[in-house]
């Protein structure tokens, strides 16, 4: 695999579960991100880590819970969710202080709705 | 506050030229990005500008004005496959990304 993966693709999910979304980079980065993307609305930026340490949290629901084991690897934890969290959730990676760019690339996405 | 402005949608036909405006309102500047996204894919990197002027890249060119608070991006000799929306983003202060909600562009043969 190369690039940004993740997992699922898609998710149907009622609003008493509980579930995770995985994102993978290959590309050797230390910054991971999620994002939210609802129809004809910016992109949302919900969490950063760099070095696998958060240092954003966009006033994000305590229902969005994220983690990030490595550098390699960031996950979005969800529980009680409400219909409005219906979205595409995009993660993204880039390596900061590397390129003066600071490009992000980003993965697939998963399309989560919420029932 | 923050805030980017771009067209919803715009329509253009195959083999034209498209320019695609963005101004932007932002705490700090640390340059301009634009990004391709396809219908159901990931937004993939085209441009950053950080300076004034014009970055030409094969058939897209993107252009910054930071007096102005103002960028576009051109496309060039339009091709079906370039339908797609396109994102504005600036970067702050705090090297996060502020994004526009995208410029849907239709290309009709």
């Known amino acids: 695999e190369t690039g940004v993966t993740q997992t699922p693709r898609h998710l149907v999910m009622g609003m008493t579960n509980k579930k995770s979304l995985k994102c993978e980079q290959h590309l050797g980065h230390n910054a991971m991100y999620w994002y939210k993307q609802s129809a004809k609305k910016p992109l949302e930026l919900m969490f950063v880590y760099n070095f696998k340490e958060q240092t954003e949290n966009n006033s994000v629901p305590s229902r969005f819970s994220p983690e990030c084991p490595n550098s390699s690897h960031l996950f979005l934890h969800l529980h009680t969710l409400q219909p409005e969290d219906s979205a595409l959730y995009l993660c993204?990676?880039?390596?900061?202080?590397?390129?003066?760019?600071?490009?992000?690339?980003f993965g697939p996405g998963t399309r989560l709705t919420v029932t | 506050g923050q805030n980017i402005d771009q067209p919803t949608e715009m329509t253009a036909t195959e083999g034209a030229i498209v320019q695609i405006n963005c101004t932007y309102q932002t705490s700090g500047f640390n340059g301009l990005f634009w990004y391709q996204q396809h219908a159901g894919e990931a937004p993939t990197f085209l441009s950053y500008?950080?300076l004034d002027g014009l970055e030409e890249k094969g058939r897209f060119s993107s252009f910054l004005s930071r007096s102005k608070g103002y960028s576009y991006l051109l496309l060039k000799e339009l091709q079906m496959k370039d339908s797609a929306s396109y994102l504005c983003?600036?970067?702050?202060?705090?090297?996060?990304?502020?994004w526009g909600a995208g410029t849907k562009l239709i290309i009709k043969p």
């Open positions: 983003a600036t970067m702050d202060s705090n090297y996060q990304l502020i």
């Open positions: 500008n950080v």
């Open positions: 993204a990676s880039s390596q900061d202080g590397g390129t003066p760019s600071y490009e992000q690339y």
